[in-house]
C-alpha cells in the first residue's frame, strides 16, 4: 500500500535503477544538457560511469559526489561543516534555509557522507522536473517530488501526500529527510520559514509529531552568490510591477548553471541537534516557524562581504576593521561594478538603484546576525 501510494514522487527503489539509467543512456537531451553544464569531459565521465550504476548508493557515490567535490574545487574557496555534540542524524528532518536551487541539498549530502553518515531525501518542487529525464535523474539521486501548482483542491491534496510521505520515511523507515525552509529561494536574503510548511509536518499533532520527526536545523551561508544578478534584476522588477515577475523561458536552468559553476567564495554548513518545542501563545505553526528562524540565523556565518553592504546602507554596528580594509571594499565595488552591468543589459534600471538592491540582499543574513544576538542578550 505505501509503495503505490507514493510511487509518483518517491525517490527510485534499488530495482528500478538499471531501467531508469537505460532510459537516460538514450537520451539525447540528457548528453547536450550535461555537456552544457559540465563540458564535454566530465560530461562523458558521468555517463561513462553511469553505464556501471545499479543502485541509488552507487549512483551518489560514483557519480553525484564526485562531481558534486570537482564542482566545489574549482568554484569555492573553502567548504566546512559544523555539527553538534552527539549528532545523530538517522530518522531525523533537516530544514535549511535556501539559497542555491541544486548545491543546497548537495552541500548538506556531501556534509553527511563526509561524517560517515547515510544521505538524506531531497524534497524537490515538481516545477522544476519538467523533462522526463530530469525526473529520472534527480529520483536516482534519493530525491522525491514535491508538488507545486493546481488549483486549491490539488494544493491540499499535494500537502497531505508530502506529509505523509516524509512521516514514512522517518518515523517508519527511520532515514532522514531534506526540505527547504519555504518554497523558492530566499532571492532578497531574507531567510524566513513558512508557517505553512511547519503546519503541513505537524498535521495537527503538535509537540507530540515535532519532537519525533526530530527537527535538525540547518543553515547554509555562501561568501558570494553566482545567481546575485539575477536576484537584484528580479527584486527590482517586482517592485516596478507592484509584484508581478514572469520567469523567462530557461531562467531556472540559467540559475542552476550559475550557482554549481561561478565562483562562491567560502561556504559553511551548520547543523543544530532537535529542536526543541516551545510552547507559547501564537498558533503552533507559527511559533515554531520562528524558532526554525531564529536557529537558522544563529548559526549562519556572516561574511565580511555582508557586513560591508550593510555599511554602505548605512546599518550601525560594522566593525572599523571591516569598514577600512581595503580588499573587502574593493571586491565588493568589483562585484557591483559586474552586478550592474548585466542586469542593465536588458533594463533600464540606475546604478544606484541596483547597488541599493544588491547591498539589502547582500547584509541581510548580517543583520539576522545582529538581531538574533540582541534577542538573546535580551531574552538571556
Given at each position: 500500500?505505501?509503495?503505490?501510494?507514493?510511487?509518483?514522487?518517491?525517490?527510485?527503489?534499488?530495482?528500478?535503477?538499471?531501467?531508469?539509467?537505460?532510459?537516460?543512456?538514450?537520451?539525447?537531451?540528457?548528453?547536450?544538457?550535461?555537456?552544457?553544464?559540465?563540458?564535454?569531459?566530465?560530461?562523458?565521465?558521468?555517463?561513462?560511469?553511469?553505464?556501471?550504476?545499479?543502485?541509488?548508493?552507487?549512483?551518489?557515490?560514483?557519480?553525484?559526489?564526485?562531481?558534486?567535490?570537482?564542482?566545489?574545487?574549482?568554484?569555492?574557496?573553502?567548504?566546512?561543516?559544523?555539527?553538534?555534540?552527539?549528532?545523530?542524524?538517522?530518522?531525523?528532518?533537516?530544514?535549511?534555509?535556501?539559497?542555491?536551487?541544486?548545491?543546497?541539498?548537495?552541500?548538506?549530502?556531501?556534509?553527511?557522507?563526509?561524517?560517515?553518515?547515510?544521505?538524506?531525501?531531497?524534497?524537490?518542487?515538481?516545477?522544476?522536473?519538467?523533462?522526463?529525464?530530469?525526473?529520472?535523474?534527480?529520483?536516482l539521486n534519493r530525491s522525491f517530488v514535491v508538488p507545486r501548482g493546481g488549483g486549491p483542491r490539488e494544493q491540499l491534496q499535494a500537502s497531505a501526500d508530502v506529509a505523509a510521505y516524509v512521516r514514512s520515511v522517518?518515523?517508519?523507515?527511520?532515514?532522514?529527510?531534506?526540505?527547504?525552509?519555504?518554497?523558492?529561494?530566499?532571492?532578497?536574503?531574507?531567510?524566513?520559514?513558512?508557517?505553512?510548511?511547519?503546519?503541513?509536518?505537524?498535521?495537527?499533532?503538535?509537540?507530540?509529531?515535532?519532537?519525533?520527526?526530530?527537527?535538525?536545523?540547518?543553515?547554509?551561508?555562501?561568501?558570494?552568490?553566482?545567481?546575485?544578478?539575477?536576484?537584484?534584476?528580479?527584486?527590482?522588477?517586482?517592485?516596478?510591477?507592484?509584484?508581478?515577475?514572469e520567469k523567462a523561458a530557461g531562467e531556472d536552468e540559467k540559475s542552476m548553471r550559475k550557482g554549481l559553476l561561478e565562483w562562491k567564495g567560502?561556504?559553511?554548513?551548520?547543523?543544530?541537534?532537535?529542536?526543541?518545542?516551545?510552547?507559547?501563545?501564537?498558533?503552533?505553526?507559527?511559533?515554531?516557524?520562528?524558532?526554525?528562524?531564529?536557529?537558522?540565523?544563529?548559526?549562519?556565518?556572516?561574511?565580511?562581504?555582508?557586513?560591508?553592504?550593510?555599511?554602505?546602507?548605512?546599518?550601525?554596528?560594522?566593525?572599523?576593521?571591516?569598514?577600512?580594509?581595503?580588499?573587502?571594499?574593493?571586491?565588493?565595488?568589483?562585484?557591483?561594478?559586474?552586478?550592474?552591468?548585466?542586469?542593465?543589459?536588458?533594463?533600464?534600471?540606475?546604478?544606484?538603484?541596483?547597488?541599493?538592491?544588491?547591498?539589502?540582499?547582500?547584509?541581510?543574513?548580517?543583520?539576522?546576525?545582529?538581531?538574533?544576538?540582541?534577542?538573546?542578550?535580551?531574552?538571556?
Amino acid at each position: 500500500m505505501g509503495e503505490d501510494r507514493f510511487q509518483h514522487m518517491r525517490p527510485f527503489f534499488d530495482a528500478e535503477v538499471p531501467k531508469a539509467i537505460e532510459r537516460l543512456m538514450g537520451e539525447e537531451a540528457l548528453h547536450e544538457a550535461l555537456e552544457a553544464f559540465l563540458g564535454r569531459r566530465q560530461s562523458q565521465w558521468a555517463l561513462g560511469q553511469a553505464k556501471f550504476v545499479n543502485s541509488i548508493a552507487e549512483f551518489q557515490n560514483h557519480i553525484s559526489k564526485p562531481l558534486v567535490k570537482h564542482i566545489l574545487d574549482t568554484t569555492a574557496s573553502e567548504v566546512t561543516f559544523s555539527f553538534p555534540e552527539g549528532f545523530d542524524p538517522v530518522g531525523a528532518l533537516f530544514i535549511s534555509n535556501h539559497r542555491d536551487i541544486v548545491l543546497d541539498p548537495a552541500l548538506i549530502n556531501l556534509a553527511l557522507t563526509e561524517r560517515g553518515a547515510p544521505t538524506t531525501e531531497i524534497g524537490i518542487g515538481s516545477n522544476l522536473l519538467g523533462l522526463s529525464w530530469v525526473r529520472d535523474v534527480v529520483r536516482l539521486n534519493r530525491s522525491f517530488v514535491v508538488p507545486r501548482g493546481g488549483g486549491p483542491r490539488e494544493q491540499l491534496q499535494a500537502s497531505a501526500d508530502v506529509a505523509a510521505y516524509v512521516r514514512s520515511v522517518v518515523l517508519e523507515n527511520q532515514r532522514s529527510v531534506w526540505l527547504a525552509q519555504r518554497e523558492g529561494r530566499a532571492k532578497d536574503g531574507n531567510d524566513l520559514t513558512s508557517p505553512a510548511l511547519i503546519r503541513m509536518l505537524l498535521d495537527g499533532g503538535g509537540e507530540e509529531m515535532w519532537s519525533a520527526l526530530r527537527v535538525h536545523v540547518v543553515s547554509l551561508s555562501y561568501e558570494w552568490d553566482p545567481c546575485d544578478a539575477m536576484k537584484v534584476r528580479e527584486l527590482l522588477i517586482r517592485k516596478a510591477q507592484e509584484g508581478a515577475y514572469e520567469k523567462a523561458a530557461g531562467e531556472d536552468e540559467k540559475s542552476m548553471r550559475k550557482g554549481l559553476l561561478e565562483w562562491k567564495g567560502r561556504i559553511h554548513i551548520s547543523f543544530s541537534s532537535p529542536l526543541a518545542w516551545q510552547d507559547g501563545p501564537e498558533r503552533d505553526h507559527v511559533r515554531m516557524a520562528s524558532v526554525v528562524d531564529d536557529r537558522i540565523h544563529r548559526q549562519l556565518w556572516p561574511f565580511d562581504n555582508a557586513a560591508y553592504a550593510a555599511h554602505l546602507i548605512g546599518e550601525a554596528g560594522v566593525s572599523t576593521e571591516i569598514i577600512s580594509d581595503a580588499s573587502i571594499r574593493d571586491a565588493c565595488e568589483e562585484r557591483l561594478v559586474s552586478v550592474t552591468k548585466e542586469v542593465q543589459l536588458n533594463t533600464a534600471f540606475s546604478e544606484e538603484e541596483i547597488r541599493t538592491v544588491w547591498c539589502q540582499m547582500m547584509a541581510r543574513p548580517w543583520l539576522n546576525v545582529q538581531h538574533s544576538k540582541m534577542s538573546s542578550a535580551i531574552s538571556g
